[in-house]
């Protein structure tokens, strides 16, 4: 049975950097993961990440994976992890596929797309209606679409979709949106978006595809006629696989400055924790921290 000194859950950018600091303490590690860049993959144009004054999403994590497969990064790719629990005094980590043994594991899986929950929207998922403007707005060129949601992630949808969509219609459930405020300015002074606010989204209807959604405002219910629909609306941590690690009421796991756990060997990183900003950069940065934190713990805990 091969026993890893180190498992990293996650490849966006908390687990890469975690992989490549991992990598130059010369650790034997294993990173599994179902997708590489996370959602730094799926943001569009990317202004505030040191270094790059510009760059888009696809780019940045496709420069992260290429930093990883420079230390030839043993990589279990489109696994989803099921459980972690601690078994014989080292870690079981099992996927959908196959079992791992680890002495530390760090957590770095991030978030995934909260749902509206509302009638229609299973139906007509994947048939007009996204949760990821990066890979899908292409499909809706000249066409009337909707952003649900009223922060940076509508916002930057949004944006994405002002240069492609014929219409951009925002339907945000607060009194005015969120977000940067650079963002904001953008997305309000754009010539083809309409803003919906105290607005939500109460069913998703159509034929074969999307073609309109229901809202209520404080004036009553009105159809929205659309041919795609983008939810932005937040994010759930993925870390129901986690079961005795402390969590806090959002399900992000609690950490300390040293991105311990409530359990010695379990470490996390990026989205997936209590930091409170969650953006590309800090959890870059968490990831390095985190993967400096496994080195001292496996040299202080003699195996």
Same mark, same amino acid.
């Given at each position: 049975?091969?026993?890893?000194?180190?498992?990293?859950? @996650?490849?966006?950018?908390?687990?890469?950097?975690?992989?490549?600091?991992?990598?130059?303490?010369?650790? !034997?590690?294993?990173?599994?993961?179902?997708?590489?860049?996370?959602?730094? /993959?799926?943001?569009?144009?990317? +202004?505030?990440?040191?270094?790059?004054?510009?760059?888009?999403?696809? +780019?940045?994590?496709?420069?992260?994976?290429?930093?990883?497969?420079?230390?030839?990064?043993?990589?279990?790719?489109?696994? +989803?992890?099921?459980?972690?629990?601690?078994? !014989?005094?080292?870690?079981?980590?099992?996927?959908?596929?196959?079992?791992?043994?680890?002495?530390?594991?760090?957590?770095?899986?991030?978030?995934?797309?909260?749902?509206?929950?509302?009638?229609?929207?299973?139906?007509?998922?994947?048939?007009?209606?996204?949760?990821?403007?990066?890979?899908? @707005?292409?499909?809706?060129?000249?066409?009337?679409? &909707?952003?649900?949601?009223?922060?940076?992630?509508?916002?930057? &949808? &949004?944006?994405? #979709?002002?240069?492609?969509?014929?219409?951009?219609?925002?339907?945000?459930?607060?009194?005015?949106?969120?977000?940067?405020?650079?963002?904001?300015?953008?997305?309000?002074?754009?010539?083809?978006? /309409?803003?919906?606010?105290?607005?939500?989204?109460?069913?998703?209807?159509?034929?074969?595809?999307?073609?309109?959604?229901?809202?209520?405002?404080?004036?009553?219910?009105? !159809?929205?006629?659309?041919? @795609?629909?983008?939810? +932005?609306?937040?994010?759930?941590?993925?870390?129901?696989?986690?079961?005795?690690?402390?969590?806090?009421?959002?399900?992000?796991?609690?950490?300390?400055?040293?991105?311990?756990?409530?359990?010695?060997?379990?470490?996390?990183?990026?989205?997936?924790?209590?930091?409170?900003?969650?953006?590309?950069?800090? &959890?870059?940065?968490?990831?390095?921290?985190?993967? #400096?934190?496994?080195?001292?713990?496996?040299?202080?805990?003699?195996?």
């Amino acid at each position: 049975m091969q026993i890893y000194d180190l498992i990293i859950i @996650g490849a966006g950018p908390a687990g890469i950097t975690a992989s490549v600091y991992s990598a130059r303490k010369k650790l !034997n590690f294993l990173v599994i993961s179902l997708d590489i860049g996370g959602q730094a /993959a799926w943001s569009g144009d990317i +202004e505030n990440y040191t270094g790059y004054q510009f760059i888009t999403g696809p +780019e940045l994590a496709q420069k992260f994976h290429e930093h990883m497969r420079k230390y030839d990064t043993p990589l279990k790719e489109n696994e +989803e992890v099921l459980e972690l629990k601690r078994l !014989n005094g080292v870690f079981l980590v099992r996927t959908n596929k196959s079992d791992y043994n680890s002495r530390s594991v760090i957590i770095a899986s991030g978030k995934r797309s909260k749902e509206l929950g509302v009638p229609g929207e299973k139906e007509f998922k994947n048939r007009g209606l996204t949760y990821c403007a990066t890979c899908d @707005g292409p499909l809706f060129a000249s066409k009337d679409v &909707a952003v649900i949601g009223g922060g940076n992630s509508a916002l930057d &949808a &949004a944006l994405q #979709l002002v240069k492609i969509a014929k219409q951009v219609n925002i339907v945000n459930k607060t009194s005015a949106l969120g977000g940067d405020a650079i963002m904001r300015q953008k997305v309000e002074g754009a010539a083809n978006v /309409a803003v919906f606010n105290d607005s939500q989204v109460i069913s998703v209807t159509g034929d074969k595809f999307v073609s309109a959604i229901k809202i209520k405002d404080n004036t009553g219910v009105k !159809n929205l006629s659309v041919q @795609g629909i983008f939810v +932005e609306i937040g994010l759930i941590p993925n870390s129901a696989f986690a079961g005795e690690v402390e969590k806090n009421n959002k399900g992000e796991i609690k950490i300390n400055l040293r991105n311990e756990t409530s359990i010695p060997g379990v470490f996390a990183a990026g989205d997936v924790t209590d930091v409170p900003e969650k953006q590309i950069i800090i &959890a870059a940065g968490e990831g390095s921290k985190a993967a #400096l934190s496994v080195f001292r713990y496996l040299a202080i805990n003699k195996f």
